[in-house]
């Protein structure tokens, strides 16, 4: 069995035959999260979800790229739901709403994108406020629901260690002068963000600082392309998780659309990497997926 945390079969590309893909996965043995980047392919997620008893599950969440900042123009995807990228301001009841089913696991994907910003020094500050100010209302609803969260970060780690280290990490305030962590609404004392850096690029500073804080670190068809080895080799397999990011980042030897079943092809490279065996390597990121996702 293996589990791919971060998929997208609630995309467009796969409007014609997502049932197809998703049974090529489960006969194959892989599970899969599938993942909104706005409300309308959220709530595909949670559709598509619904109409499996086990072994496919939802995440709901406004992406960095989908937000509404009227400061930078942003491409349209055709991979997506829609033929045209609707930018959205995030509406908490609608998406608390929509986190009623069951079948909803995370909050995601959310987080900071660099990768088409502002020119000016100005908008650029607007921009990173309103990411940052749309980020902390999706934690709140993490905290709110005791859901982990999916986090996308391009370009923006250190940002995104700041902010997670500065108001979420208790351990962080010891001794610092710093007030506790605020907790939203409906948040207990003991409720720890949790939660998955999805697509992880970054260095080996920034895996420890994430992990230290309690994350996740998950990989996908990117280390066919980038050399992440040394990285990989360092994460323990206990804080690693495995996915697809289909349709995009197809791993090797496949080519044209990704899709999750190819999430073997990640495991094995991980393996190859680490010195591991396979089925270490998928034994181990499901466990660590069952446990994060509560599955």
């Known amino acids: 069995m293996l589990f791919d945390t971060h998929a997208h079969v609630n995309f467009n590309t796969y409007k014609e035959d997502s049932d197809e893909v998703i049974r090529r996965a489960l006969d194959s043995g892989v599970w899969m999260i599938n993942v909104g980047s706005q409300y309308s392919t959220s709530k595909r997620a949670v559709e598509m979800a619904e109409r499996y008893k086990e072994g496919v599950y939802a995440a709901i969440g406004l992406h960095p790229l989908h937000l509404e900042t009227g400061l930078v123009k942003i491409k349209d995807d055709p991979e997506e739901i829609q033929f045209k990228t609707v930018e959205e301001e995030f509406d908490y009841e609608k998406y608390k709403e929509l986190a009623k089913s069951p079948k909803v696991v995370a909050i995601g994907e959310i987080g900071f994108d660099y990768y088409w910003k502002p020119k000016t020094k100005t908008k650029l500050g607007l921009f990173k406020e309103k990411q940052e100010a749309t980020i902390l209302r999706q934690i709140d609803l993490a905290q709110e629901l005791d859901l982990p969260v999916i986090f996308h970060c391009r370009m923006a780690h250190d940002d995104l260690i700041e902010i997670l280290n500065t108001r979420y990490n208790p351990d962080a305030q010891k001794g610092s002068g710093l007030r506790p962590p605020t907790l939203s609404v409906g948040a207990s004392e003991d409720t720890k963000l949790n939660g998955v850096i999805h ?32 990285v990989i080799k360092k994460i323990p397999l206990d804080r690693l998780l495995i996915e697809t990011d289909c349709p995009y980042l197809t791993p090797s030897p496949i080519e044209g659309r990704n899709e999750p079943a190819y999430v073997k092809y990640v495991a094995e490279k991980i393996a190859e990497i680490k010195g591991s065996s396979y089925e270490d390597v998928a034994k181990i990121t499901v466990q660590n997926a069952r446990k994060l996702f509560k599955i």
């Open 199 to 230: 697509c992880f690029t970054g260095n080996w500073e920034q895996a420890q600082k994430y992990m230290d804080m309690g994350f996740y670190l998950a990989f996908n068809g990117l280390i066919f392309k980038m050399n992440l080895d040394d």
